[in-house]
């Protein structure tokens, strides 16, 4: 396809590096809409519609709970800094290729209060709820150490605790018969209405003023409310069928349609040991249906995503996903998709040139 070069831009005077770091920060939108309309005249930037090459930017869980160490999720990666540096590195890279990015669509994994990756769906044997980052395998549940709160049974179940205890056993039989992840709980994350469910404020602001300057609406994915299933990918849940044959949840075929209507898919965002990574496997499974050649339109931004890692109290990890996410980012490449840097000039790109 022939394109027009659309020029590298310079980082606009509102954008402050060291807010990647505070969680505090949030930006002024009606000050950024103004902003961007002197940028757009300012640079000659046409509307997104007008795009010879659609470029889509995907953004994956760029929330406060994975991007700060205050958060109840960091992803810190093995440098310590990992989400915050990430943050920084998105937002300069969608400023400065304001003019070659056509769509932004951030995901935002959003949760409740119980949820079957949550401790507090579970108890133990002496009645006590569980912990964080812990495992909960089906043989748990078959000696009976682990059974899910029957205090949820009335609103999720319509009272119905016996059909509570096969799903849950069930759900755990089909990720291990997957093999994908076995049910691993987490900290509560990313609940819907607490502050670290909201967009890292330096990444709101970059994509927000994409909008506001090309026109393009600020579009968003919301995933991971069902209760009875994880939603690491945006693109579908963990499991898609209770053990009763009904259907538990849906894929989300629309947003893979929009996803591969795209001349070129750029991914980030948190973390790349999981939602990332589940996200570009569920999407390369799209691919590999239709067209495998798709996976050479998938642009990876290694440098804009880290591992989850859970840190020992001794200066070390008592949990390190790294090595997982390493494996996926090759397995991807293998596949034909290009593993990119952002600070790297558009152009460089393998096939964007």
């Not at 989300?252 to 496997?281: E, P, R, W, Y």
């Amino acid at each position: 396809m022939a394109t027009r070069t659309v020029p590298t831009l310079p980082l606009p005077s509102h954008y402050q590096p060291a807010d990647a770091g505070r969680w505090g920060y949030r930006p002024d939108e009606t000050a950024l809409a103004t902003a961007a309309a002197d940028w757009r005249r300012a640079h000659g930037l046409r509307p997104a519609a007008s795009d010879e090459r659609r470029v889509h930017l995907l953004l994956i869980d760029v929330q406060k709970d994975f991007c700060f160490p205050e958060g109840s999720l960091y992803v810190a990666g093995q440098s310590g800094t990992g989400a915050v540096d990430d943050s920084r590195r998105i937002a300069e890279f969608v400023y400065r290729n304001l003019g070659a990015i056509t769509d932004v669509t951030t995901t935002m994994d959003t949760h409740f209060a119980f949820q079957i990756f949550s401790p507090s769906f579970w108890l133990d044997r002496d009645d006590a709820p569980l912990t964080a980052h812990r495992v909960v395998t089906s043989d748990d549940l078959a000696k009976g150490d682990v059974r899910p709160n029957p205090a949820m049974a009335k609103w999720l179940c319509g009272g119905n605790y016996a059909w509570l205890t096969k799903q849950v056993r069930f759900y755990c039989e089909e990720l291990e018969r997957a093999g994908k992840y076995q049910l691993y709980l987490w900290p509560p994350h990313c609940l819907l209405g607490s502050d670290g469910h909201a967009l890292a404020g330096v990444v709101h602001a970059a994509r927000l003023f994409h909008a506001f300057a090309r026109g393009a609406q600020s579009w968003v994915e919301v995933k991971g409310g069902n209760p009875l299933t994880e939603n690491y990918s945006v693109l579908r849940p963990e499991v898609l069928a209770r053990f009763d044959g009904a259907p538990l949840a849906q894929r989300n075929t629309s947003f893979v349609k929009t996803l591969l209507g795209a001349d070129a898919v750029v991914i980030g965002g948190q973390a790349a040991s999981h939602c990332v990574k589940s996200t570009i496997d569920d999407l390369l499974t799209e691919i590999v249906t239709i067209d495998p050649a798709l996976a050479r339109k998938v642009y990876l931004l290694t440098d804009c995503m880290s591992a989850v890692t859970v840190p020992d109290g001794k200066g070390g990890c008592a949990v390190d996903f790294t090595s997982a996410a390493t494996d996926a980012l090759q397995r991807f490449a293998d596949a034909g998709m290009h593993l990119v840097r952002s600070t790297d000039p558009l152009a460089a790109w393998p096939g964007l040139a």
